[in-house]
């Protein structure tokens, strides 16, 4: 029996609480800078910090493939993924129906993973993905500051949602296992090649340099863009790609939860109902199916 590295068990928990807490300090953050402004200062940001770090380490490069495949999961996540989210918080959609939205990337992976990447659903894992997703729809539905969304921002939600969906699924189809430093240096800076410029060209970059807004940008560098960002991805190397979506079942109602300090949302009763039926269904599709369930990826087309 393999025994899990300590590293990995705790990484869902860890992983959980940085991502969910970055939904409510980028909706500070866009309260002080346009959206895409924001993104391009943190991959700046970010960048700064790791270019530094390459140099001194030489971490090994991945092939032009390898850093081919990097590059488009950095697109996905980094400009697709995360700056229609950030687009949706400015126009005026809730930091709950944003994470309610892209918590339905479980069932997308699901539906898409036995014939893209190989891997089966057991029926407790899809009783699993059900009952995570019913939790997550009680966890914010509880939210009585949630009120009527635009049809703009929801929309964006939407593509944001395929956006992370379809990086998941490509990391775990040609991702291969590279050096944190380069991964993430690639994925940064097809992030800052596209913000940069976007933002230069589409908004007003002025920028309001409150505390509140130093301190939500130095988290999203750090805790979101670093730490979560190297976890997710490492999960997804060496996890099935339908238990590490899971996770995102839990973080509607973790991010309402960390909104309860930050933006002064209250979590009700029903709130921490849904984070518990959500907590069953994760647990249902986190269990490993037995080998004779799991598919061997042949191409059968």
Request: glycine fraction near 8%; charged fraction near 10%; hydrophobic fraction near 60%.
């Amino acid at each position: 029996m393999t025994h899990r590295p300590l590293w990995l068990i705790a990484a869902p928990v860890v992983f959980l609480i940085l991502w969910s807490a970055g939904f409510a300090v980028a909706k500070i953050a866009v309260a002080h800078a346009a959206p895409l402004t924001v993104l391009a200062l943190r991959y700046s940001m970010v960048l700064a910090l790791l270019i530094p770090v390459a140099l001194v380490m030489r971490p090994p490069m991945p092939s032009l493939r390898g850093a081919r495949d990097v590059a488009i999961v950095g697109f996905l996540i980094q400009v697709v993924y995360f700056g229609l989210c950030y687009v949706a918080f400015k126009s005026g959609v809730s930091a709950g129906a944003v994470a309610i939205v892209v918590c339905l990337q479980p069932i997308l992976v699901a539906l898409v993973a036995p014939r893209l990447v190989g891997e089966a659903v057991s029926g407790k894992g899809w009783l699993g993905l059900i009952l995570g997703l019913l939790g997550a729809a009680l966890a914010i539905a509880g939210r009585s500051s949630i009120a009527v969304e635009n049809a703009f921002g929801v929309g964006l939600t939407v593509l944001a949602l395929f956006g992370i969906t379809a990086g998941t699924l490509w990391e775990k189809r040609f991702g291969v296992s590279h050096h944190p430093v380069a991964s993430n240096l690639i994925q940064y800076a097809v992030g800052a090649a596209f913000c940069v410029p976007a933002a230069l060209l589409t908004e007003n970059t002025a920028i309001d340099w409150a505390p509140e807004f130093l301190w939500s940008m130095a988290y999203l560098v750090i805790g979101n863009s670093l730490l979560a960002m190297s976890l997710l991805l490492a999960m997804i190397r060496v996890g099935e790609v339908a238990r590490v979506s899971s996770l995102f079942y839990l973080v509607p109602a973790l991010s309402a939860l960390c909104a309860w300090p930050l933006l002064g949302e209250v979590m009700p009763v029903l709130g921490w109902a849904g984070m518990a039926l959500a907590g069953l269904g994760v647990a249902l599709v986190a269990r490993r199916p037995s080998p004779a369930r799991r598919i061997t990826g042949t191409d059968d087309t």
